[in-house]
Structure formats: structure tokens, C-alpha cells
């Protein structure tokens, strides 16, 4: 069973454009929800993170949106570049275990 | 800083043979995991250890073991490699989960195939 549930598994955006992921969890006892960046042969890098107690963080071009009441929180990328280019994965954490989504392959054209 | 070191980087195994992923972290981390990433599926956590001495299940441990004797070293062994387990491996580190500055630390991965 997929805690953390991710969507869309690939995403095409133009160089400028947002890029929107989303993500979906059900266990309420969930209270950290980071968001990793991977590069093709790199491990997963800590991109930005949010707790429950707030409901948006920014970071440069990087924002989490929280919905605590639709258990969903989402990542925008603002003016996307080919820099940005790599899979995206939501998370999810309790006191001991980070769960991750599926994954978003995301490819920003020139 | 090496942060979290994995070694091998790739390796070719035969059925029924057995091997240990090396993991190694430097930064007094209390909490290693192991995970492993196929296509389309994420990551999913195959072991976790809250300390030296300490580990449990994650989501899919069978087939596998790990150890935790020490704090910077949290080996996964293979014992009878399955085509089912090729896969590229992750370890990773962090400070416990409700920490302030909670950050899950990951090595370069191993790629495994097995044949």
C-alpha cells in the first residue's frame, strides 16, 4: 500500500513555465513532509521541506503548498529551467521512517 | 565531508549467490535506512536502524538482513541473490524524523543486477 501517493509520473514543461507535482498521503500522524531532487546516478538530495503547522514555504523558485484538512500538499517550481530537470519525490515522515512517493520525472525544455 | 559512503558502486551477482552493501555515514547520525529504487516505483524502505544495536522492518525486508553494531556502519546482506532484487540500493542517514533540521542524507546508491 502506497502511503504517499504521487502524481503525475512524468511532467513536460517549457523553459519559464511552473511545474506543479502534487502528492496525497492518509496516515494523519504524518508531520514532516520534505520534498527530494535526483539527478540521474545521484541519490536523492533534500530539496525543501514543510511542517503542518504552516500552510506555504518558499524557497527561491522552489514552494510547498500544504492542505492539512485535504491531506495533500503540492510543489511549484517557478520559472522552470533545464537545470531542473530530474525526478522529484514527495515524502512523508513519522517519528522513525520517511515514506516516499512514486516519483515525477520532470523535463524542462529550453 | 564524505557524508554517506556506499561501496560497491555496481556489481553483477549470479543467482543464489550472496553479498553485503557496505554503507558508512560521518555524520553521527542516529537513524540509517536501506532502501531500494525501481522504475516507477519510488523508493522503498527495506530496513531501518534507530541506533547501534537497534533495526527493524521496513516495507519489503525479505531477502535481506542488516546489522547495526556501530554508529557510522549499517551493512544489507543478500543472502541468496533473486532476479526479483536487481535493483539500485540506497542508504541513507538522518537525525531522528521530529528533529529540527530533519534531513535524510543518501549515498551515490549500488546498482545491482542479478543474473
Known amino acids: 500500500q502506497q502511503q504517499v501517493k504521487q502524481s503525475p509520473q512524468s511532467l513536460i514543461v517549457q523553459k519559464g513555465g511552473i511545474s506543479i507535482i502534487n502528492c496525497a498521503y492518509e496516515?494523519?500522524?504524518?508531520?514532516?513532509f520534505p520534498w527530494y531532487q535526483q539527478f540521474p546516478g545521484k541519490g536523492p538530495a533534500l530539496l525543501i521541506a514543510?511542517?503542518?503547522?504552516?500552510s506555504e514555504k518558499k524557497e527561491g523558485r522552489f514552494t510547498i503548498s500544504f492542505n492539512k484538512s485535504a491531506k495533500q500538499f503540492s510543489l511549484h517550481i517557478m520559472d522552470s529551467q533545464p537545470g531542473d530537470s530530474a525526478t522529484y519525490f514527495c515524502?512523508?515522515?513519522?517519528?522513525?521512517?520517511?515514506?516516499f512517493g512514486t516519483g515525477t520525472s520532470l523535463t524542462v525544455i529550453p | 565531508n564524505a557524508g554517506v559512503t556506499q561501496t560497491p558502486k555496481f556489481r553483477i551477482l549470479k543467482i543464489g549467490q550472496s553479498m553485503t552493501l557496505q554503507c558508512a555515514q560521518d555524520?553521527?547520525?542516529?537513524?540509517m535506512y536501506w532502501y531500494r529504487q525501481d522504475p516507477g516505483m519510488g523508493l522503498k524502505l527495506i530496513y531501518y536502524?534507530?541506533?547501534?544495536?537497534?533495526?527493524d522492518k521496513g516495507e519489503v525486508p525479505n531477502g535481506y538482513n542488516v546489522s547495526r553494531s556501530t554508529t557510522e556502519d549499517f551493512p544489507l546482506r543478500l543472502e541468496l541473490a533473486a532476479p526479483s532484487q536487481t535493483s539500485v540500493y540506497f542508504c541513507?542517514?538522518?537525525?531522528?524524523?521530529?528533529?529540527?533540521?530533519?534531513?535524510?542524507?543518501f549515498g551515490q546508491g549500488t546498482r545491482l543486477t542479478v543474473v
Open positions: 514543510i511542517r503542518p503547522d504552516v
Open positions: 515524502a512523508a515522515s513519522t517519528g522513525n521512517q520517511f515514506y
Open positions: 496516515n494523519t500522524a504524518f508531520d514532516y
Open positions: 541513507a542517514s538522518s537525525y531522528p524524523p521530529r528533529a529540527v533540521n530533519t534531513e535524510a542524507f
Open positions: 555524520m553521527n547520525h542516529n537513524y
Open positions: 536502524s534507530v541506533g547501534a544495536g537497534i533495526t
